[in-house]
C-alpha cells in the first residue's frame, strides 16, 4: 500500500459544508489514517468527522503528495471546503473543541485498518463544524490505497 498526504488551510465551512473531503475513486478506495486541524483564529470551534454519500460542490482540489516518490499517483481526492453541500452520512465519533488560539489543534490517528472510504466516487470523509459558525483552519489528510 502507497501512503499520500494533503493539506490546506480552509475557507470557513458550516454544518453543512465540509472544511475539507477526501473523497475515493471509482476503482478504488483508501484508508484514512490521521486528520491534524489546528485553529487559525482567536475563536474556539467544534469540529467532526462524517462520512459523504454524495459529493455535492467540492472545493478546489489538493496536491496529494506521496510519501514514497516511487508510488503511483494518487486514485483517491483530496478537496478544500465545498460550496455546496453534499450527503451526510455516518457521524464517526471524532469530535474536537479547539480552543480560542491560533494553533490549537487535533490530529486524529485511526488505528491499524484506518477509516476505509470504499470505492466510488460519491464515497468520502469530511470534516464539518459540529456547531456554531465555521472559521479557516489548517487541515491535513493522510491515507493509504
Not at 470523509?125 to 490505497?145: F, K, M, N, R, S
Request: one cysteine or more; glycine letters at 16%; aromatic letters at 6%.
Amino acid at each position: 500500500m502507497a501512503r499520500y498526504a494533503a493539506g490546506v488551510k480552509s475557507s470557513a465551512g458550516s454544518t453543512v459544508l465540509p472544511l475539507a473531503s477526501l473523497y475515493a475513486a471509482a476503482g478504488s478506495g483508501g484508508a484514512l489514517r490521521e486528520v491534524g486541524i489546528s485553529n487559525t483564529t482567536s475563536t474556539a470551534l467544534d469540529v467532526k468527522l462524517v462520512r459523504l454519500t454524495t459529493t455535492g460542490t467540492q472545493g478546489a482540489g489538493l496536491t496529494e503528495g506521496k510519501y514514497n516518490p516511487n508510488s503511483p499517483a494518487a486514485a483517491c481526492t483530496a478537496f478544500t471546503t465545498h460550496s455546496a453541500g453534499p450527503t451526510l452520512g455516518d457521524d464517526l465519533g471524532y469530535r474536537q473543541t479547539l480552543g480560542a488560539a491560533v494553533g490549537a489543534a487535533v490530529i486524529w490517528t485511526f488505528g491499524e485498518t484506518g477509516l476505509i472510504i470504499n470505492a466510488g466516487t460519491a464515497n468520502g470523509i469530511g470534516v464539518i463544524i459540529e456547531t456554531g459558525a465555521g472559521q479557516p483552519c489548517q487541515i491535513d489528510l493522510v491515507w493509504d490505497e
